[in-house]
Protein backbone atom coordinates (compact mmCIF):
# COMPACT_ATOMS: atom_id res chain seq x y z
CA UNK A 1 0.00 0.00 0.00
CA UNK A 2 1.36 3.56 -1.19
CA UNK A 3 1.12 6.20 1.80
CA UNK A 4 -0.47 8.71 1.54
CA UNK A 5 -0.40 9.92 5.40
CA UNK A 6 1.62 8.18 8.04
CA UNK A 7 -0.06 7.55 11.54
CA UNK A 8 1.70 9.88 13.94
CA UNK A 9 1.84 12.86 11.27
CA UNK A 10 -1.84 12.34 10.65
CA UNK A 11 -2.82 12.46 14.22
CA UNK A 12 -0.06 15.27 14.58
CA UNK A 13 -1.45 17.59 12.22
CA UNK A 14 -5.19 17.30 13.75
CA UNK A 15 -4.51 16.79 17.44
CA UNK A 16 -6.03 13.70 17.41
CA UNK A 17 -6.26 11.00 20.18
CA UNK A 18 -5.50 7.39 18.78
CA UNK A 19 -7.77 4.68 19.64
CA UNK A 20 -8.63 1.23 18.95
CA UNK A 21 -6.07 -0.64 16.37
CA UNK A 22 -5.17 1.49 14.25
CA UNK A 23 -2.54 1.28 11.00
CA UNK A 24 0.34 2.65 10.63
CA UNK A 25 -0.67 4.68 7.67
CA UNK A 26 -3.47 5.45 5.48
CA UNK A 27 -3.71 5.31 1.77
CA UNK A 28 -5.83 7.60 0.61
CA UNK A 29 -8.67 10.35 2.09
CA UNK A 30 -12.62 9.64 2.16
CA UNK A 31 -15.92 10.79 3.07
CA UNK A 32 -17.76 8.53 1.18
CA UNK A 33 -17.93 5.25 2.73
CA UNK A 34 -19.45 3.60 -1.10
CA UNK A 35 -16.07 4.28 -2.90
CA UNK A 36 -13.62 4.10 -0.21
CA UNK A 37 -10.73 2.32 -1.04
CA UNK A 38 -8.63 -0.32 0.65
CA UNK A 39 -6.70 1.57 3.50
CA UNK A 40 -8.17 4.76 3.44
CA UNK A 41 -9.18 7.15 6.42
CA UNK A 42 -12.92 7.76 6.41
CA UNK A 43 -13.75 11.14 7.53
CA UNK A 44 -17.15 11.17 9.43
CA UNK A 45 -18.18 14.71 8.14
CA UNK A 46 -21.74 16.16 9.07
CA UNK A 47 -22.27 18.40 6.24
CA UNK A 48 -25.41 17.29 4.40
CA UNK A 49 -25.86 13.74 6.76
CA UNK A 50 -24.12 12.51 9.68
CA UNK A 51 -20.98 11.02 8.27
CA UNK A 52 -20.97 8.73 11.79
CA UNK A 53 -23.76 6.74 10.65
CA UNK A 54 -21.28 5.37 7.95
CA UNK A 55 -18.53 4.51 9.80
CA UNK A 56 -19.18 1.06 10.46
CA UNK A 57 -19.92 0.79 6.07
CA UNK A 58 -16.54 2.24 5.76
CA UNK A 59 -14.50 0.43 8.05
CA UNK A 60 -16.21 -2.96 6.53
CA UNK A 61 -15.11 -1.58 3.21
CA UNK A 62 -11.91 -1.76 4.20
CA UNK A 63 -11.19 1.61 5.61
CA UNK A 64 -7.60 1.77 7.65
CA UNK A 65 -9.24 4.67 10.68
CA UNK A 66 -12.24 6.60 10.74
CA UNK A 67 -11.76 10.01 11.92
CA UNK A 68 -14.72 10.67 14.46
CA UNK A 69 -15.68 13.40 16.71
CA UNK A 70 -15.33 13.12 20.48
CA UNK A 71 -18.82 12.83 21.50
CA UNK A 72 -19.04 9.82 19.06
CA UNK A 73 -16.97 7.88 20.31
CA UNK A 74 -19.43 5.63 22.63
CA UNK A 75 -21.12 4.63 19.40
CA UNK A 76 -18.36 2.37 17.95
CA UNK A 77 -16.46 -0.95 19.39
CA UNK A 78 -13.66 -0.30 22.07
CA UNK A 79 -10.85 -2.11 19.47
CA UNK A 80 -12.56 0.19 16.63
CA UNK A 81 -9.62 2.09 14.94
CA UNK A 82 -10.29 5.52 15.19
CA UNK A 83 -8.63 9.16 15.68
CA UNK A 84 -10.94 11.49 17.62
CA UNK A 85 -11.47 15.09 17.04
CA UNK A 86 -13.12 17.64 18.29
CA UNK A 87 -14.54 18.29 15.06
CA UNK A 88 -14.38 16.44 11.92
CA UNK A 89 -14.18 19.48 9.53
CA UNK A 90 -11.70 21.42 10.88
CA UNK A 91 -9.43 18.41 11.54
CA UNK A 92 -9.76 17.93 7.94
CA UNK A 93 -8.78 21.73 7.78
CA UNK A 94 -6.17 21.21 9.56
CA UNK A 95 -4.49 18.26 7.91
CA UNK A 96 -4.96 20.44 4.24
CA UNK A 97 -2.75 23.02 6.09
CA UNK A 98 -0.01 20.40 7.20
CA UNK A 99 -0.36 19.06 3.61
CA UNK A 100 0.35 22.41 1.69
CA UNK A 101 2.84 23.01 4.66
CA UNK A 102 4.98 19.96 3.12
CA UNK A 103 4.45 20.36 -0.51
CA UNK A 104 7.56 21.55 -2.36
CA UNK A 105 6.47 21.93 -5.60
CA UNK A 106 3.93 24.87 -7.33
CA UNK A 107 0.42 25.56 -6.42
CA UNK A 108 -2.04 26.72 -9.30
CA UNK A 109 -5.68 28.03 -7.87
CA UNK A 110 -8.33 28.45 -10.35
CA UNK A 111 -11.64 30.19 -9.48
CA UNK A 112 -14.09 32.69 -12.06
CA UNK A 113 -17.78 32.37 -12.60
CA UNK A 114 -17.24 30.01 -15.59
CA UNK A 115 -14.98 27.77 -16.95
CA UNK A 116 -13.40 26.86 -13.28
CA UNK A 117 -13.53 22.54 -13.25
CA UNK A 118 -12.72 22.99 -17.01
CA UNK A 119 -9.62 24.91 -16.85
CA UNK A 120 -8.61 22.88 -13.88
CA UNK A 121 -8.63 19.60 -15.79
CA UNK A 122 -6.53 21.79 -18.68
CA UNK A 123 -3.96 22.47 -16.22
CA UNK A 124 -3.95 18.69 -15.09
CA UNK A 125 -3.72 17.34 -18.76
CA UNK A 126 -0.80 20.18 -19.41
CA UNK A 127 1.12 19.92 -16.03
CA UNK A 128 1.46 15.69 -16.52
CA UNK A 129 3.26 15.76 -19.33
CA UNK A 130 6.05 17.54 -17.49
CA UNK A 131 5.66 15.73 -13.96
CA UNK A 132 4.02 14.60 -10.95
CA UNK A 133 0.68 16.33 -10.87
CA UNK A 134 -2.26 16.35 -8.45
CA UNK A 135 -5.76 18.24 -9.16
CA UNK A 136 -8.98 18.70 -7.45
CA UNK A 137 -11.43 15.69 -8.00
CA UNK A 138 -14.79 16.78 -9.51
CA UNK A 139 -16.03 20.37 -9.04
CA UNK A 140 -14.46 20.06 -5.12
CA UNK A 141 -14.14 23.56 -4.80
CA UNK A 142 -16.39 24.14 -1.83
CA UNK A 143 -15.77 24.44 2.30
CA UNK A 144 -15.44 20.70 2.58
CA UNK A 145 -14.26 20.45 -1.24
CA UNK A 146 -11.05 22.51 -1.17
CA UNK A 147 -9.90 21.04 2.47
CA UNK A 148 -10.57 17.49 1.19
CA UNK A 149 -8.25 17.91 -2.35
CA UNK A 150 -5.63 19.24 -0.63
CA UNK A 151 -5.43 16.68 2.09
CA UNK A 152 -5.45 14.32 -0.50
CA UNK A 153 -2.12 15.94 -2.05
CA UNK A 154 0.67 14.13 -2.12
CA UNK A 155 3.77 15.64 -1.21
CA UNK A 156 5.64 14.39 -3.99
CA UNK A 157 4.16 16.37 -6.56
CA UNK A 158 5.37 18.61 -8.92
CA UNK A 159 2.64 20.42 -9.69
CA UNK A 160 -0.73 20.45 -8.05
CA UNK A 161 -3.80 22.59 -8.95
CA UNK A 162 -7.11 23.45 -6.80
CA UNK A 163 -10.76 25.17 -7.66
CA UNK A 164 -11.84 27.59 -5.70
CA UNK A 165 -15.33 28.30 -5.56
CA UNK A 166 -17.85 30.54 -3.55
CA UNK A 167 -21.59 31.51 -3.21
CA UNK A 168 -21.41 34.58 -1.19
CA UNK A 169 -18.88 36.79 -0.64
CA UNK A 170 -16.36 35.75 2.08
CA UNK A 171 -16.70 32.60 1.00
CA UNK A 172 -12.83 32.18 -0.88
CA UNK A 173 -10.78 34.31 1.84
CA UNK A 174 -10.36 31.29 4.27
CA UNK A 175 -9.69 28.78 1.21
CA UNK A 176 -7.46 30.38 -0.45
CA UNK A 177 -5.75 30.83 2.78
CA UNK A 178 -5.50 27.01 3.01
CA UNK A 179 -4.22 26.70 -0.76
CA UNK A 180 -1.51 29.43 -0.76
CA UNK A 181 -0.77 29.07 -4.30
CA UNK A 182 1.89 30.58 -6.06
CA UNK A 183 -0.51 31.22 -9.48
CA UNK A 184 -4.20 32.26 -9.10
CA UNK A 185 -5.97 32.34 -12.03
CA UNK A 186 -9.86 33.96 -12.25
CA UNK A 187 -11.13 33.02 -15.72
CA UNK A 188 -13.95 35.65 -15.75
CA UNK A 189 -16.86 37.30 -14.10
CA UNK A 190 -20.30 36.61 -15.32
CA UNK A 191 -23.64 37.18 -13.98
CA UNK A 192 -23.66 33.74 -11.51
CA UNK A 193 -25.24 33.46 -8.50
CA UNK A 194 -26.66 37.22 -8.74
CA UNK A 195 -29.15 36.18 -6.41
CA UNK A 196 -26.83 36.91 -3.73
CA UNK A 197 -24.95 39.55 -5.10
CA UNK A 198 -26.50 41.78 -6.95
CA UNK A 199 -24.37 43.04 -9.32
CA UNK A 200 -21.15 42.05 -11.62
CA UNK A 201 -18.70 44.18 -9.34
CA UNK A 202 -19.86 42.22 -6.42
CA UNK A 203 -19.09 38.93 -8.11
CA UNK A 204 -15.81 40.53 -8.65
CA UNK A 205 -15.02 41.72 -5.54
CA UNK A 206 -15.53 38.09 -4.12
CA UNK A 207 -13.50 36.15 -6.67
CA UNK A 208 -10.84 39.02 -6.09
CA UNK A 209 -10.47 37.48 -2.64
CA UNK A 210 -7.90 34.67 -4.32
CA UNK A 211 -5.36 37.54 -4.28
CA UNK A 212 -5.00 37.41 -0.45
CA UNK A 213 -3.35 33.58 -0.31
CA UNK A 214 -0.97 34.28 -2.98
CA UNK A 215 2.24 33.78 -1.63
CA UNK A 216 4.77 36.44 -1.89
CA UNK A 217 6.11 36.68 -5.35
CA UNK A 218 2.62 35.08 -6.58
CA UNK A 219 0.95 36.13 -9.75
CA UNK A 220 -2.34 36.54 -10.96
CA UNK A 221 -3.52 35.67 -14.57
CA UNK A 222 -6.63 37.55 -15.29
CA UNK A 223 -8.99 37.97 -18.72
CA UNK A 224 -8.17 41.53 -20.11
CA UNK A 225 -11.09 40.97 -22.42
CA UNK A 226 -13.94 40.58 -19.41
CA UNK A 227 -15.75 43.85 -18.53
CA UNK A 228 -14.26 43.55 -14.79
CA UNK A 229 -10.67 43.54 -15.70
CA UNK A 230 -9.76 46.89 -14.73
CA UNK A 231 -11.98 46.24 -11.18
CA UNK A 232 -9.43 42.60 -10.66
CA UNK A 233 -6.10 44.44 -11.72
CA UNK A 234 -6.81 47.21 -9.35
CA UNK A 235 -7.57 44.52 -6.63
CA UNK A 236 -4.49 42.57 -7.33
CA UNK A 237 -2.66 46.03 -6.93
CA UNK A 238 -4.15 46.56 -4.13
CA UNK A 239 -3.06 43.06 -2.70
CA UNK A 240 0.25 43.54 -3.35
CA UNK A 241 0.52 40.85 -5.87
CA UNK A 242 3.64 40.61 -7.21
CA UNK A 243 3.02 40.38 -10.86
CA UNK A 244 -0.58 40.26 -13.18
CA UNK A 245 -0.52 38.38 -16.20
CA UNK A 246 -3.55 38.89 -18.80
CA UNK A 247 -4.81 36.37 -21.47
CA UNK A 248 -7.34 36.95 -24.14
CA UNK A 249 -7.98 38.42 -27.61
CA UNK A 250 -7.00 42.34 -26.90
CA UNK A 251 -3.69 44.00 -28.15
CA UNK A 252 -0.93 43.08 -25.97
CA UNK A 253 -2.37 40.83 -23.90
CA UNK A 254 0.31 38.58 -22.53
CA UNK A 255 -1.23 35.66 -23.39
CA UNK A 256 -3.29 36.77 -26.67
CA UNK A 257 -5.25 34.67 -29.08
CA UNK A 258 -3.78 35.24 -32.89
CA UNK A 259 -6.49 33.09 -34.41
CA UNK A 260 -8.43 29.95 -33.94
CA UNK A 261 -10.36 27.61 -36.41
CA UNK A 262 -13.04 25.98 -34.31
CA UNK A 263 -14.52 22.44 -34.89
CA UNK A 264 -17.26 20.57 -34.07
CA UNK A 265 -15.38 18.45 -31.67
CA UNK A 266 -12.34 20.43 -31.32
CA UNK A 267 -10.38 23.37 -31.90
CA UNK A 268 -7.10 24.53 -33.39
CA UNK A 269 -5.49 27.78 -31.60
CA UNK A 270 -2.23 29.67 -32.63
CA UNK A 271 -1.39 32.09 -29.57
CA UNK A 272 1.91 34.14 -28.08
CA UNK A 273 2.24 33.13 -24.25
CA UNK A 274 4.43 34.88 -22.59
CA UNK A 275 6.33 36.19 -25.20
CA UNK A 276 6.41 32.86 -27.02
CA UNK A 277 4.26 31.57 -30.33
CA UNK A 278 2.35 28.05 -29.60
CA UNK A 279 0.12 26.33 -32.22
CA UNK A 280 -1.85 23.41 -30.82
CA UNK A 281 -5.03 21.83 -31.00
CA UNK A 282 -7.71 21.84 -28.03
CA UNK A 283 -9.53 18.34 -28.06
CA UNK A 284 -12.34 19.30 -26.80
CA UNK A 285 -14.72 22.01 -28.78
CA UNK A 286 -15.93 25.62 -27.80
CA UNK A 287 -14.37 29.27 -28.13
CA UNK A 288 -14.61 30.00 -24.02
CA UNK A 289 -12.24 26.72 -24.02
CA UNK A 290 -9.98 28.49 -26.28
CA UNK A 291 -9.92 31.39 -24.72
CA UNK A 292 -9.39 29.44 -21.51
CA UNK A 293 -6.46 27.48 -22.65
CA UNK A 294 -4.86 30.69 -22.85
CA UNK A 295 -4.79 30.81 -19.21
CA UNK A 296 -3.63 27.19 -18.80
CA UNK A 297 -0.83 28.09 -21.30
CA UNK A 298 0.33 30.71 -19.06
CA UNK A 299 0.20 29.41 -15.64
CA UNK A 300 2.14 26.08 -17.40
CA UNK A 301 5.06 28.59 -18.15
CA UNK A 302 4.90 30.67 -15.02
CA UNK A 303 5.58 27.25 -12.97
CA UNK A 304 8.44 26.92 -15.41
CA UNK A 305 6.72 23.56 -16.92
CA UNK A 306 7.98 22.55 -20.38
CA UNK A 307 5.18 24.68 -22.71
CA UNK A 308 5.43 22.61 -25.88
CA UNK A 309 4.31 19.39 -24.04
CA UNK A 310 1.94 21.57 -22.09
CA UNK A 311 0.20 22.39 -25.73
CA UNK A 312 0.43 19.13 -27.02
CA UNK A 313 -1.06 17.40 -24.29
CA UNK A 314 -4.03 19.71 -24.85
CA UNK A 315 -5.21 17.40 -27.74
CA UNK A 316 -6.18 14.89 -25.09
CA UNK A 317 -8.83 17.08 -23.41
CA UNK A 318 -12.06 15.82 -23.53
CA UNK A 319 -15.60 17.35 -22.14
CA UNK A 320 -16.73 15.92 -18.53
CA UNK A 321 -20.08 14.04 -18.02
CA UNK A 322 -22.70 16.76 -17.64
CA UNK A 323 -20.28 19.31 -19.37
CA UNK A 324 -20.43 19.23 -22.72
CA UNK A 325 -19.34 15.17 -22.84
CA UNK A 326 -21.17 13.49 -26.79
CA UNK A 327 -22.90 10.39 -27.30
CA UNK A 328 -23.77 8.78 -29.77
CA UNK A 329 -27.58 7.34 -29.94
CA UNK A 330 -29.20 4.74 -31.77
CA UNK A 331 -32.66 5.89 -33.08
CA UNK A 332 -35.00 4.80 -35.55
CA UNK A 333 -33.49 5.30 -39.24
CA UNK A 334 -30.04 6.26 -37.93
CA UNK A 335 -28.38 8.07 -35.31
CA UNK A 336 -28.27 11.35 -33.27
CA UNK A 337 -25.92 13.64 -31.56
CA UNK A 338 -26.45 13.90 -27.68
CA UNK A 339 -24.49 16.76 -26.11
CA UNK A 340 -24.76 16.53 -21.85
CA UNK A 341 -24.44 19.74 -20.82
CA UNK A 342 -26.74 19.25 -17.56
CA UNK A 343 -24.80 19.31 -14.53
CA UNK A 344 -25.13 23.49 -14.27
CA UNK A 345 -26.08 26.78 -16.28
CA UNK A 346 -25.89 30.00 -15.80
CA UNK A 347 -26.23 33.00 -18.76
CA UNK A 348 -22.20 32.38 -19.61
CA UNK A 349 -22.10 28.96 -19.67
CA UNK A 350 -25.46 28.57 -21.91
CA UNK A 351 -24.77 30.83 -24.34
CA UNK A 352 -21.45 29.18 -24.82
CA UNK A 353 -23.14 25.83 -25.18
CA UNK A 354 -25.72 27.47 -27.38
CA UNK A 355 -22.99 28.50 -29.53
CA UNK A 356 -21.51 24.76 -29.40
CA UNK A 357 -24.59 23.14 -30.27
CA UNK A 358 -24.73 25.41 -33.64
CA UNK A 359 -21.42 24.25 -34.34
CA UNK A 360 -22.50 20.41 -33.88
CA UNK A 361 -22.68 18.24 -37.02
CA UNK A 362 -26.21 17.61 -38.08
CA UNK A 363 -27.28 14.63 -40.76
CA UNK A 364 -29.13 15.44 -43.57
CA UNK A 365 -32.57 16.09 -42.56
CA UNK A 366 -31.34 16.88 -39.23
CA UNK A 367 -32.29 19.75 -36.35
CA UNK A 368 -30.09 21.28 -33.62
CA UNK A 369 -32.34 21.16 -30.71
CA UNK A 370 -31.67 22.73 -27.06
CA UNK A 371 -33.27 21.23 -24.54
CA UNK A 372 -33.07 24.11 -21.75
CA UNK A 373 -34.12 24.45 -17.87
CA UNK A 374 -34.33 27.37 -15.40
CA UNK A 375 -30.89 29.05 -14.55
CA UNK A 376 -31.23 29.60 -10.95
CA UNK A 377 -29.75 31.67 -8.57
CA UNK A 378 -30.25 34.99 -10.59
CA UNK A 379 -32.27 36.93 -8.31
CA UNK A 380 -34.65 40.00 -9.89
CA UNK A 381 -32.74 39.85 -13.46
CA UNK A 382 -33.88 35.96 -13.59
CA UNK A 383 -36.54 36.58 -16.28
CA UNK A 384 -34.95 38.97 -18.10
CA UNK A 385 -31.48 37.07 -18.49
CA UNK A 386 -33.84 33.72 -19.60
CA UNK A 387 -35.66 35.62 -21.97
CA UNK A 388 -32.25 37.17 -23.46
CA UNK A 389 -31.01 33.92 -24.58
CA UNK A 390 -33.03 33.91 -27.68
CA UNK A 391 -30.23 36.40 -29.38
CA UNK A 392 -27.83 33.28 -28.64
CA UNK A 393 -30.35 31.38 -30.29
CA UNK A 394 -30.52 32.69 -33.21
CA UNK A 395 -27.24 33.44 -34.04
CA UNK A 396 -26.45 29.79 -33.73
CA UNK A 397 -29.30 28.75 -35.74
CA UNK A 398 -31.19 26.36 -33.73
CA UNK A 399 -33.67 25.14 -34.99
CA UNK A 400 -36.05 23.53 -31.85
CA UNK A 401 -35.78 24.44 -28.42
CA UNK A 402 -38.04 22.77 -25.62
CA UNK A 403 -37.74 24.71 -22.33
CA UNK A 404 -39.09 23.32 -18.63
CA UNK A 405 -39.12 25.81 -15.61
CA UNK A 406 -41.03 28.92 -14.82
CA UNK A 407 -37.88 31.26 -15.74
CA UNK A 408 -37.73 29.19 -18.97
CA UNK A 409 -40.92 30.46 -19.63
CA UNK A 410 -39.92 34.01 -20.57
CA UNK A 411 -37.52 32.15 -23.13
CA UNK A 412 -40.30 30.24 -24.36
CA UNK A 413 -42.41 33.40 -24.88
CA UNK A 414 -39.62 35.51 -26.78
CA UNK A 415 -39.15 32.64 -29.16
CA UNK A 416 -40.10 32.59 -32.88
CA UNK A 417 -43.04 29.96 -33.40
CA UNK A 418 -40.92 27.82 -35.59
CA UNK A 419 -38.68 27.70 -33.04
CA UNK A 420 -40.77 26.32 -30.26
CA UNK A 421 -40.56 22.70 -29.85
CA UNK A 422 -42.29 22.00 -26.05
CA UNK A 423 -42.47 23.83 -22.95
CA UNK A 424 -43.39 22.25 -19.78
CA UNK A 425 -43.35 23.59 -16.19
CA UNK A 426 -40.99 20.71 -14.75
CA UNK A 427 -38.15 18.50 -16.32
CA UNK A 428 -39.94 15.41 -15.68
CA UNK A 429 -43.25 16.85 -17.47
CA UNK A 430 -41.15 17.48 -20.64
CA UNK A 431 -38.97 14.72 -21.03
CA UNK A 432 -42.09 12.82 -23.02
CA UNK A 433 -42.14 15.73 -25.21
CA UNK A 434 -37.82 15.30 -25.98
CA UNK A 435 -38.10 11.51 -26.10
CA UNK A 436 -40.77 12.09 -29.02
CA UNK A 437 -39.12 14.48 -30.75
CA UNK A 438 -35.20 13.03 -31.37
CA UNK A 439 -34.93 11.66 -35.08
CA UNK A 440 -31.98 10.41 -37.08
CA UNK A 441 -29.71 12.93 -37.84
CA UNK A 442 -30.70 15.29 -34.44
CA UNK A 443 -27.45 16.88 -32.95
CA UNK A 444 -29.90 17.54 -29.04
CA UNK A 445 -28.10 19.36 -26.30
CA UNK A 446 -29.05 19.66 -22.72
CA UNK A 447 -28.61 22.23 -20.42
CA UNK A 448 -29.82 23.51 -17.24
CA UNK A 449 -28.61 24.65 -13.32
CA UNK A 450 -28.51 21.50 -11.40
CA UNK A 451 -31.92 22.08 -9.64
CA UNK A 452 -33.79 21.93 -13.00
CA UNK A 453 -33.16 18.78 -12.75
CA UNK A 454 -32.06 18.13 -16.58
CA UNK A 455 -29.88 15.04 -16.54
CA UNK A 456 -32.70 12.52 -16.20
CA UNK A 457 -33.87 14.04 -19.46
CA UNK A 458 -30.48 12.70 -20.53
CA UNK A 459 -30.49 9.38 -19.03
CA UNK A 460 -33.96 8.44 -20.44
CA UNK A 461 -32.20 9.74 -23.94
CA UNK A 462 -29.50 6.93 -23.00
CA UNK A 463 -32.54 4.44 -21.95
CA UNK A 464 -34.86 5.03 -24.85
CA UNK A 465 -31.67 5.37 -27.79
CA UNK A 466 -28.62 3.70 -26.26
CA UNK A 467 -26.04 5.60 -26.32
CA UNK A 468 -22.44 4.94 -27.61
CA UNK A 469 -19.27 7.07 -28.19
CA UNK A 470 -20.39 9.77 -30.46
CA UNK A 471 -18.51 9.17 -34.25
CA UNK A 472 -15.42 12.08 -35.91
CA UNK A 473 -18.41 13.92 -37.75
CA UNK A 474 -21.23 13.14 -39.61
CA UNK A 475 -22.64 15.99 -42.26
CA UNK A 476 -22.55 18.74 -41.28
CA UNK A 477 -25.43 21.20 -42.64
CA UNK A 478 -24.62 25.19 -42.88
Known amino acids: M????TLTDMASAMRADKSGALPEAVAGI??????IGKGDAFFALTDVRDGHDFVDAALKAGAGLAVIARDNRARFPADAPLLLVDDVLEALCDLARA?????TGQVIAVTGSVGKTGTKEALRLALSADGETHASAASYNNHWGVPLSLARCPASVKFAVFEIGMNHAGEITPLVAMVRPHVAIITTIAPVHLEYFGSLEKIAEAKAEIFSGLVKGGVAVLNRDNAQFAQLEAAAKAADVARIVTFGESENTDAMLVRCALQPDSSTVEAI???EPVTYKLGAPGRHLVLNSLAVLAAVSLVHADLAHAALALAQLKPAVGRGARGTLQVPGGHALLIDESYNANPASMAAAIALLGQAPVGPQGRRIAVLGDMLELGSPGAELHRGLSAPIAAAEIDLVFCSGPLMHSLWQALPSGKKGGYAETAAALEPMVLGAVRAGDAVMVKGSLGSKM????KALERQYPRQ????AATAKV
Open 2 to 5: TSLW
Open 30 to 35: SIDSRT
Open 99 to 103: SRARL
Open 273 to 275: VLG
Open 455 to 458: GPIV
Open 469 to 472: AAPE
